[in-house]
């Protein structure tokens, strides 16, 4: 297993971080690296619900991605579990500070070679994914 760690603190309250996550229309603006967008087929937020999409590259091309929601505790954790290739678990929790909220992205890649591989592109896309979220939420405040 290969495991993936990024911290982002957010200038939000947890309730506000876990709205852009909880929000179907507003996680897809922000889910992805810079450039990707998304298409939502199916979206049941709730523990062992589905969520399917596809995510539109920059590059033009598309790519499939199925994800069941393990566990959902508001204003505080959402595990998810991606069921399709690559295999891996995105654990993401979120903490109240004096400043807002601290986001940790806990990634657990199955497949080991496939994750150090593909380690630097990974952990960039991650960081694109909380930088994405920041704004989302900084838009959503006003």
């Not at 876990?18 to 929000?23: G, L, V």
């Not at 654990?91 to 004096?98: F, M, R």
């Amino acid at each position: 297993m290969s495991t993936f760690l990024h911290k982002r603190e957010i200038a939000a309250t947890a309730a506000e971080v876990f709205a852009a996550i909880a929000d179907p229309s507003r996680l897809a603006r922000w889910w992805g690296p810079e450039g990707f967008t998304n298409t939502f087929a199916t979206f049941e937020f709730r523990p062992g619900g589905a969520w399917q999409f596809t995510m539109h590259g920059p590059d033009g091309k598309d790519y499939w991605n199925e994800s069941v929601f393990v566990e959902i505790v508001p204003d505080e954790l959402v595990r998810i579990r991606h069921v399709c290739l690559p295999l891996f678990e995105a654990v993401i929790t979120l903490a109240a500070t004096g400043a807002g909220t601290l986001v940790t992205w806990r990634g657990e890649f199955e497949d080991e070679v496939f994750a150090e591989q593909m380690r630097a592109c990974l952990e960039s896309a991650n960081e694109q994914n909380l930088d994405r979220l920041e704004r989302e939420v900084a838009r959503a405040r006003g």
